[in-house]
C-alpha cells in the first residue's frame, strides 16, 4: 500500500514497504524542518529554494534533478521539462514534471508548473492515477488553470498543492481558490494517508487535503 505525506508547500514523501521517496524538500519557508527524514529516492522539480533543500535528507539515496528516465530499485520515473512561467522560463526559469509509478499506480507531481500543457505532452504523459498540483497562483498556475489541467488528465486522485497556509512566509492563493470547483473534497486533521482502494472508486476526482506536519 502507497502512503503519502505532506510536510507543506510541494514537499512530500511517497513510500511503499519497499521504496520511500521524497520530493522538493524546502529550506525554511516557515513550515516545520522535518529531522532525520531519510528516503531512497529524492527528486527535485527546480533548483529554488522552497524546492532544493537536498542537504535535509539523510540516508544513501539517489538523486533526481534533471530531465531523463531512470529505473532505481525497480521504480519507473520520467522526469520531464517544462516552464516555472508562461513566457518559456524567461520569468522564473524551468521546472520538471515528475512522474513515477508504485503498485499500478501513476503519481505526477508538477513542481511549479507555470502553464497549461500542449496536448502533445498531455497525450505524452497518459494516464495519470494521482496528480499533486500546485494551486496558488503568483509563482505557478492559478487555481483555474489548475483545475483546466485536471481535467484534461482526469487522475482518480488529487493532491493540491503550493498554496497559502498560515505558517507560509510568503503569499499565495488560499486553497478555497480551488476545492471550490469540486464536490468530493476529503479533508484529513493529520498530514498522512493511505491510498486504499476505495479512494480510487469515485465518479469524479478525490481531492485530498492532508495538515501539514509538524
Excluded at 489548475?146 to 486522485?157: D, E, G, H, R, Y
Aim: charge should be negative.
Amino acid at each position: 500500500m502507497v502512503k503519502v505525506k505532506w510536510f507543506g508547500h510541494s514537499f512530500w514523501e511517497i513510500s511503499t514497504e519497499d521504496m520511500c521517496l521524497v520530493t522538493d524538500p524546502f529550506s525554511d519557508i516557515g513550515y516545520s524542518m522535518p529531522e532525520d527524514l531519510k528516503a531512497d529516492v529524492v527528486l527535485s522539480s527546480h533548483d529554488h529554494f522552497d524546492h532544493n533543500n537536498i542537504s535535509l535528507i539523510q540516508g544513501n539515496y539517489e538523486l533526481l534533478r534533471s530531465e531523463g528516465s531512470y529505473n532505481l530499485k525497480g521504480v519507473a520515473f520520467e522526469l520531464i521539462p517544462v516552464w516555472h512561467d508562461e513566457n518559456q522560463g524567461k520569468n522564473r526559469g524551468k521546472n520538471l514534471l515528475l512522474k513515477f509509478a508504485l503498485e499500478g499506480k501513476t503519481f505526477l507531481h508538477c513542481g511549479d508548473l507555470g502553464h497549461l500543457l500542449s496536448k502533445k505532452l498531455i497525450r505524452q504523459l497518459g494516464k495519470i492515477d494521482i496528480l499533486l498540483i500546485p494551486v496558488g497562483g503568483v509563482f505557478t498556475i492559478d487555481a483555474e488553470l489548475a483545475k483546466t489541467l485536471c481535467t484534461q488528465l482526469n487522475p482518480q486522485i488529487i493532491f493540491p498543492m503550493h498554496y497559502k497556509t498560515p505558517v507560509l512566509k510568503f503569499e499565495l492563493a488560499p486553497l478555497s481558490d480551488f476545492t471550490k470547483y469540486y464536490q468530493s473534497v476529503i479533508n484529513y486533521d493529520k498530514s498522512e494517508v493511505a491510498l486504499t482502494e476505495d479512494l480510487f472508486r469515485g465518479d469524479e476526482p478525490a481531492v485530498i487535503i492532508l495538515n501539514y506536519a509538524l
